[in-house]
């Protein structure tokens, strides 16, 4: 491993154990091995490293929301819907969980703008990732009009859903809670009049 991926996999190891506000450039070095000049060089900054990470670890963790690939409820079914957010649940409560570094950033995102700037450029890549968990298939190509209704309602709603189980797991929406508002919200919808 080169200079850049030490710095990449010591600044991961940083924000699991320090978070975002906590980890300074030396903390990384320290950490990675590398020298403080790298990562300038490699990253352009230990803000735009961070964020880099960030998305690093949320992509390894992506694998527990999908059964690692292994979903068994039909696709675009709702109990596929509550499969999903029960694998999202169980990945929230094991130790480690990565979660808690997403709400640090929405709070702290005006004093890190450059590691808020990044990943809010990745939220809509990952809104287009998470629609073939809920509909099976394939991502949907970039331009394809899902990504904007489909993916950033999922994005939404897991946001909404970590936020609350960060604040409280025990009175945190459940997946069956959510898959029975998801149903009642079905129930009561009627299609627009185009």
């Known amino acids: 491993m080169g200079h850049k991926e030490d710095l990449l996999d010591g600044a991961k190891r940083c924000l699991r154990e320090k978070g975002f506000a906590r ?103 990952g809104g287009r990732g998470v629609i073939p968990m809920f509909q099976g298939g394939e991502e949907p190509p970039v331009d394809d009009p899902s990504v904007d209704t489909l993916g950033k309602l999922y994005m939404c709603l897991m946001s909404g859903l970590i936020a609350q189980y960060m604040l409280d797991p025990d009175t945190a929406p459940t997946p069956a809670e959510l898959t029975e508002g998801m149903r009642r919200l079905i129930a009561g919808t009627r299609p627009s009049q185009a």
């Open 23 to 125: 980890t300074t450039a030396r903390d990384i070095v320290k950490e990675s091995g590398a020298n403080l000049a790298s990562i300038g060089y490699h990253y352009g900054s230990k803000d735009a490293l961070l964020a880099q990470a960030y998305i690093a670890l949320v992509e390894d963790h992506s694998d527990a929301f999908d059964g690692a690939g292994v979903l068994t409820a039909p696709d675009g079914s709702l109990e596929r819907f509550q499969e999903v957010w029960t694998n999202v649940t169980d990945a929230m409560g094991k130790p480690g969980s990565i979660w808690h570094l997403g709400m640090e950033l929405v709070v702290i995102g005006d004093k890190m703008p450059a590691v808020r700037d990044f990943v809010a450029q990745a939220q809509r890549e």
